[in-house]
């Protein structure tokens, strides 16, 4: 079995790759749109489909979504905190609040976990990762009562969001016991293996270490919630409930995800700190390669 370090050098090749790509103008930032698009509504729901619908669901991963949504809110309540300590304006407040609660379960958080337990381990990703849509709506809704908005964009983004569908369709194909035949099933074999190399290039092409100077001091606050206290947080309320194997494992491993990067759409949507923001994503996804090896060493 690979080194936690051989696993996460993976990705991290990956998106240096990207890195390179741009900085050599073979790429440009605004491809990683084209290649997340690409992402969002062919690879990555091709994948989730193909695993999902033949998968053996059990109670426990059942669970995961709601461990996620609660942990979600503990990560909120201490943002919320915090900032108010400090005396923070309501748009740095709610910033550092959707940034510390929002996880990057699935864009990121589906390679490493492939990568680490597998398959099996990335079926219970899926429904880890089943919180996020969840939230983004709940945040949207909160955001256009706070600060203005239309409340249906933020549903019409939910329903279209591809990737919900997948799960939906594969739920429903996996629980009538259907088949799709060899042509289908291949064809979205092909398709979702390209699912982590365009990611990680995706975020490779992202990466923008100017951003790094606004707001260290908030950034490297929300990293450590992220990326420390959460896994510590998600392991205390899974082990209240009694709930371990594999479950468990992708759970304290996704909850350690640098924060999503829909959480800068709703910054953007809604006119909060995107200066902040974008530091806040970039210095977690940075700091998530070297403390996901960490976790990944007590994990297996």
């Not at 690879?43 to 461990?67: G, H, Q, R």
């Not at 990737?163 to 291949?186: D, K, M, Q, R, S």
């Not at 491993?253 to 974008?278: P, R």
Request: charged share 10%.
């Amino acid at each position: 079995m690979p080194s936690p370090i051989e696993i996460i050098l993976v990705p991290t090749l990956m998106i240096a790759l990207g890195y390179i790509l741009k900085r050599q103008d073979i790429l440009t930032a605004q491809d990683s749109k084209i290649l997340s698009k690409i992402v969002l509504t062919v690879s990555l729901p091709s994948l989730v489909f193909v695993n999902l619908s033949t998968a053996n669901i059990n109670s426990d991963m059942l669970v995961l979504p709601f461990a996620a949504f609660l942990l979600s809110i503990i990560c909120m309540v201490i943002a919320y905190l915090f900032c108010k300590s400090r005396g923070y304006s309501k748009v740095k407040t709610w910033t550092i609040m959707i940034a510390c609660a929002m996880m990057n379960t699935g864009f990121f958080g589906f390679p490493i976990t492939l990568g680490v337990f597998g398959n099996e381990g990335f079926l219970n990703a899926i429904f880890f990762d089943l919180e996020t849509t969840v939230i983004f709506v709940i945040f949207g809704m909160v955001l256009v009562s706070l600060f203005g908005g239309n409340r249906k964009e933020v549903l019409k983004q939910a329903v279209g969001f591809v990737p919900l569908w997948a799960v939906i369709l594969a739920l429903i194909f996996n629980f009538l016991n259907l088949e799709y035949g060899y042509v289908i099933e291949t064809s979205l074999n092909y398709m979702g293996q390209a699912t982590i190399p365009l990611i990680m290039i995706s975020l490779g092409l992202t990466l923008d270490f100017n951003e790094i100077k606004h707001s260290i001091g908030d950034s490297l606050f929300v990293a450590f919630v992220k990326l420390i206290l959460a896994p510590i947080i998600i392991f205390f309320i899974l082990s209240a409930i009694n709930l371990g194997g594999l479950s468990f494992k992708v759970a304290i491993l996704e909850a350690g995800m640098s924060t999503a990067m829909n959480a800068l759409v709703l910054a953007i949507t809604y006119d909060l700190d995107t200066k902040l923001m974008s530091s806040v994503i970039f210095t977690n996804t940075i700091l998530a390669l070297v403390t996901l090896t960490g976790i990944i060493t007590f994990l297996i």
